[in-house]
């Protein structure tokens, strides 16, 4: 699977922002959003199902953040409200072809490029 994120940029706190994640190759169980803050391990913010649109987030952007994708053109979005100055890192999307896992990065077989993402206070 090939993806390509696209969307970053820098906006103040309380903006919004969409990324997008274009796939194309062969297909995949559900795609992940992560992540990397400055000096900081990937993190896993949000997930969704492919087949269904089943959708979980992580603690710190439920509520604000809402992921969904566009079967017809095999593409995710990442819609993120409400910014704040701690949303700021690189984010990335990432695909899984196993049914269950999606929580450690390592369970992901392809992954996007990155796209950055600042918010200034």
């Known amino acids: 699977v090939q993806l390509q994120a696209s969307g970053g940029g820098l906006v103040q706190s309380g903006d919004s922002l969409r990324l997008s994640c274009a796939a194309s190759?062969?297909?995949?169980?559900?795609m992940g959003w992560f992540r990397q803050a400055p000096g900081k391990d990937h993190e896993l913010i949000g997930y969704?199902?492919?087949?269904?649109?089943?959708?979980l987030y992580a603690d710190s952007v439920k509520g604000r953040f809402t992921i969904s994708r566009d079967n017809a053109k095999n593409t995710a979005y990442l819609q993120m409200n409400s910014l704040k100055p701690e949303d700021t890192g690189v984010y990335y999307c990432?695909?899984?072809?196993?049914?269950?896992?999606?929580?450690?990065?390592?369970?992901?077989?392809?992954w996007g490029q990155g796209t950055l993402v600042t918010v200034s206070s």
């Open positions: 190759g062969r297909t995949f169980y559900g």
């Open positions: 969704i199902k492919w087949n269904g649109g089943a959708t």
């Open positions: 990432a695909s899984t072809s196993v049914n269950g896992q999606y929580y450690m990065p390592t369970q992901y077989d392809s």
